[in-house]
T-cell receptor
Framework: AQKITQTQPGMFVQEKEAVTLDCTYDTSDQSYGLFWYKQPSSGEMIFLIYQGSYDEQNATEGRYSLNFQKARKSANLVISASQLGDSAMYFCAMREGSPGSFQKLVFGTGTRLLVSP | DAGVTQSPTHLIKTRGQQVTLRCSPISGHKSVSWYQQVLGQGPQFIFQYYEKEERGRGNFPDRFSARQFPNYSSELNVNALLLGDSALYLC??????????????FGPGTRLTVL
């Protein structure tokens, strides 16, 4: 069963508008972490934002915020005031493994975001 | 501060050959993880190393191996290359890799093409 689901293969947004990229996850762990990464065409995965399962506040980093709804098991990324440079693939990932042992990231299939002028 | 570096950037090999990919983590980071990203998919976990020891391995055949050196840099080796090994290989570093708040920071990747 897929543990990270990103249902939007592609999204379009106009410059300066806000956009929400969807992510749902599946885990039976009580302690887990959720990450969003941006991957431009160059290939490098750029860390954007992190949300811990016990964090009560939604994470924010500049123009990025994470809409964390634990009961729904969703962790949507909101990008405010989109810029042309935001055009890229966006991956949602969940950390698997227990604290104190090794932990790996499990990624979704990604959403391609295109920002138009 | 320098980020994660990987070499080479691109590589072309033929089936049956062997390849070695290299990664240097962020200064102060002791854990290195390797991921394979096939075109159109998200990265898949291959290995994690911490303090020169393998800590975890993904669902990859024994043709894949890795090691970590005393300076925390790492090498990924793939033997008997198959066409399906063509992918972007990403290296990620984190301070320790075991804390719940550890974030993995990725390098630019090595793009391997197997002909």
């Amino acid at each position: 069963a897929q543990k990270i689901t990103q249902t939007q293969p592609g999204m379009f947004v106009q410059e300066k508008e806000a956009v929400t990229l969807d992510c749902t996850y599946d885990t039976s762990d009580q302690s887990y972490g959720l990450f969003w990464y941006k991957q431009p065409s160059s290939g490098e995965m750029i860390f954007l934002i992190y949300q811990g399962s016990y964090d009560e506040q939604n994470a924010t980093e500049g123009r990025y915020s994470l809409n964390f709804q634990k009961a729904r098991k969703s962790a949507n990324l909101v990008i405010s005031a989109s810029q042309l440079g935001d055009s890229a693939m966006y991956f949602c990932a969940m950390r698997e493994g227990s604290p104190g042992s090794f932990q790996k990231l499990v990624f979704g299939t990604g959403t391609r975001l295109l920002v138009s002028p | 501060d320098a980020g994660v570096t990987q070499s080479p950037t691109h590589l072309i090999k033929t089936r049956g050959q062997q390849v070695t990919l290299r990664c240097s983590p962020i200064s102060g980071h002791k854990s290195v993880s390797w991921y394979q990203q096939v075109l159109g998919q998200g990265p898949q976990f291959i290995f994690q190393y911490y303090e020169k020891e393998e800590r975890g391995r993904g669902n990859f055949p024994d043709r894949f191996s890795a090691r970590q050196f005393p300076n925390y840099s790492s090498e990924l080796n793939v033997n008997a290359l198959l066409l399906g090994d063509s992918a972007l290989y990403l290296c990620a570093s984190s301070p320790a890799g075991v804390l719940s708040t550890d974030t993995q920071y990725f390098g630019p990747g090595t793009r391997l093409t197997v002909l």
